[in-house]
């Protein structure tokens, strides 16, 4: 996720204030050896997603809906990708609208229009166990996948580097802002408490970007069962990086633990 700009925040412009789209995609799953299917989902409201599907490499755990942060595209998160179908995990990376290959422009409320979207394509796909479905939620992408589990309970969520809402973010960069002059978006603090699914948040100590706070507050307002982790030395950037498979055995070990 980058940080937003106060200039723009006064002006109300969320649009350019938070998303971060890239349409060049610079790398895609076979650059890193993985097989996957190209993807074309359709919106509710007629917009036109990117999307891959890249099957794990191991005895399944399940199928995991991957909701990327707020720059770039899906060709950033093909590491994210390889770990996790390492681990597992088939994976379902798909871009927001104005995103890499997908159509229109990027805002709140498509963003969660987009996410249904890739929900069922995931459902559809052939040999999916509906039961066994995760999200996987990457900063503003956790909001994302937060709101999607609210209304569709899924086997778990996992909330990685995920902020509590837009204006609490704001607020810890830029105190000196009027609360009332920026958007109250993305309100996952208030929506956790609707959450009935498990729910695991992955949070790096030194994130430059969201605070540690607030992933503890996440984890705080959840209800059980529920488990943190926290990566020492780490940022919002690198967490993946430089957690690697730490990073996704944690995930595949906490999947594990759901069967028990």
Known sequence: MLRPRPDRLTRGALGAVLYFPSRAILETPSDAGLSFDELELATEDGEGLHGWWIAGRKPSLGHLLFCHGNAGNIG???RHAALLTAAGFDVLLFDYRGYGRSSGSPDEQGTYHDAHAA???LLGRPGVDRDRVFYLGESLGGAVALALAV??????LILQSTFTSIR???RAHYPFIPTVLIPD????LRLIAGLTAPVLVLHADRDEIVPLAHGRALFEAAS??????????????????????EYADEIANWATTLDS
């Open 151 to 156: 209304e569709r309970p899924p086997r778990g």
């Open 76 to 78: 950033d998160r093909v």
């Open 224 to 245: 059980e069962p529920k488990r943190i982790r926290v990566f020492p030395g780490l940022g919002h950037n690198d967490l993946v990086a430089r957690a690697g498979r």
């Open 119 to 121: 929900l069922g394509a």
């Open 185 to 188: 978006a993305y309100p996952s």
């Open 168 to 170: 609490d973010v704001a």
